[in-house]
């Protein structure tokens, strides 16, 4: 029996995913929301340190859960490997309702001005594909704005002097200093730096029936609890429901996108819970799977007239896959700086993300999220015996005396690192899986190296007695941050989709996620990629009624 024709069905249950299914869903449209991994709720949640969505040796405890999904990996040499999702390199983000909303530290960072300006800030970077957005802040800040009281964001960046300009503060105070803030916040002030308090996507007071912040350590990469911590799960996806008007399908493995004789989008094909074949009809295609998902099922989309895949008429999907960088430094302390209050992260500097001399970019820096005894481990100094009683004795000494100071370094975009459709390797759909390949641009790695020695002198100020730093290696970045693979702008020959994320070549088609970032800026991108999905997402609501979806 044919599933019933909707307005719009959209292709991951994420940060973008879920704001265009409740933007469209309360404009009036019929909308079917599919999404790959599950509805979980936070009771249901195991609190397990080997199994969550930060550390994966035991598997992903938010997805994929399971090894049906490989990918191919090619590594800098040119040889490549079939990766799981509990191995590294795999570049992961959660499948489950929300998408990486369910589980991430929440950080709400709004970019600056430049970081939409870079290459009339910097000029052209060789060997790199830096370019400017088609959006400015100002055309995107009313959508900021628009997420961070429609869904929940506490802090106050008001002493960040480097921030760009906001109409209204944020909603809700950050929560009061733990530890670590009260020891970074006074050395920071001595270096002439501009610390201010996270802005963050977590309830710190009661905030659209749901309450605030336990502060437990269980917090970034585990469900929350007590539901304070806000995604789209618990705030927009709820809130389309809520209409009538858009049907959830979970567990629902996407194949491709239909199009019809005109080359206009006419569905998908997916197949459900039950490993059934089905055929979703719909007048709008909206694709919300993430940087490397969005990319592969553009290219499985192949058809007559499109024989290399949607939107991929001058080989742009795929192209210029971006994570960031993240380097620092750790810091060992003769005393207590750990006081087991979540997140953790809390005090932040924007002082290095521009004007660095010699350097196109840089990084917000701040302090890490707590991290449990296997996450610690991460952070041991290559001194520290990998097992035996000095690790231990290690380890029982330290844990409660560092402090980790890290920020996710702007990356410069290359033509090379991508994603494409594997030709060999297939899922046990029988899809094609994700091939990914390339590196990181040098000019990367000199920037987070410059990072790393500013968030080790933060600590030394601080009273470190012991630094080493955290930097990258020269692979390829494409993990929890992942983004460029459908790049926005205004001409179709080097973009896949224009300002409002539109496909090119495909007037119905969208894409709505981190997949369209031109950069993705020295911070963490999700309130970024909200602000893009209500400006899209609003915008189609808008024309709708006169254009069906054409414009």
Known sequence: ?????????????????????????????????????????????????????????????????????PRVLVDETGKERIVLASEG??????????GGTFSYGAMAWRFMEKDF??????????????????????????????????????GDDSANPFRAPRKRPLPMPPLPPNREYEVLHPAAKRLGLHPFDIPMLRNTAPYNGRGPCMRCRWCVGFACEVDARTGT????????????????????????VLVDNRGRASGVVYFDAEDRRQEQTADLVIVSGGAVESARLLLNSKSRLFPNGL??????????????????????????????????????ICDYNHGNPGLAGGAMLANEFIRLPYQFLDYAPAYVPPWGPAHKEWVRKAFRRTIVVIGPTQEMPIFEARVQADPKVKDYWGIPVARLSGGKHPHSIEIARFMAGKAEAWLKEAGAARTWRRQPSRGLS??????????????????????????????????????????????????????????????????????????
């Not at 020959?493 to 020295?522: P, Q, W």
């Open 89 to 98: 390199g795999y570049s992961n983000n959660a499948a489950c309702v929300g």
């Open 233 to 256: 799960h618990n705030t927009v996806i709820p809130a389309a429901l809520a209409t009538g008007n858009c049907e959830l399908r979970t567990e629902c493995i996407v194949r491709e």
């Open 117 to 154: 300006r870079m290459k009339s800030t910097y000029g052209a970077v060789e060997g790199s594909t830096l370019d400017d957005w088609p959006l400015t802040y100002d055309e995107l800040e009313p959508y900021y704005e628009k997420a961070e009281w429609e869904m929940g964001v506490s």
């Open 478 to 551: 494409g993990g929890q941050h992942q983004a460029g693979t459908c790049r926005m702008g205004g001409d179709p020959k080097t973009s896949v989709v224009d300002k409002y994320c539109r496909v090119h070549d495909v007037d119905n088609l969208h894409v709505i996620d981190a997949s369209v970032h031109v950069t993705n800026g020295g911070f963490n991108p999700v309130l970024t990629i909200l602000a893009v999905a209500y400006h899209a997402a609003g915008h189609l609501a808008k024309t709708w009624k006169n254009t069906r979806g054409r414009v």
């Open 1 to 69: 029996m044919a599933l019933k024709h909707v307005n719009a069905v959209i292709v991951g249950s994420g940060a973008g995913g879920g704001v265009a299914a409740k933007e469209l869903a309360t404009a009036g449209l019929s909308v079917v929301l599919l999404e790959r991994g599950k509805f979980h709720s936070p009771a249901g949640c195991r609190k397990d340190d080997l199994r969550n969505q930060r550390t994966s040796a035991l598997g992903n405890g938010f997805g994929p859960g399971d090894e049906r999904n």
């Open 311 to 348: 939107g991929n008429r001058h080989d742009w999907v795929g192209r210029n896959l971006q994570s960031h960088t993240y380097s620092g430094a750790v810091g060992l302390f003769n005393f207590d700086t750990y006081d087991d209050l979540g997140p953790g992260a809390q005090i932040a």
